[in-house]
């Protein structure tokens, strides 16, 4: 595997490893404010929809 790839794997593995902790956190934050919808609870937490569509993406496949 040429280096260049093995970079390119590891900053995904790294920013999927980074998107599981984000949802972990907003999922905690969710569950505290009852009824609140996780893109919601994004934007509360400075972040942007498009860290919702990466949710989304990354969950749904």
Known sequence: MSLYRL???????ADTERMINF???????????SGAS????C???GHDDTTYYKYRKLVNG
């Open 38 to 41: 996780f893109r919601d609870v």
């Open 23 to 33: 949802m972990r956190k907003a999922e905690a934050k969710r569950e505290q404010m």
């Open 7 to 13: 970079i390119i794997k590891n900053r995904a593995k």
């Open 43 to 45: 934007r509360l937490m």
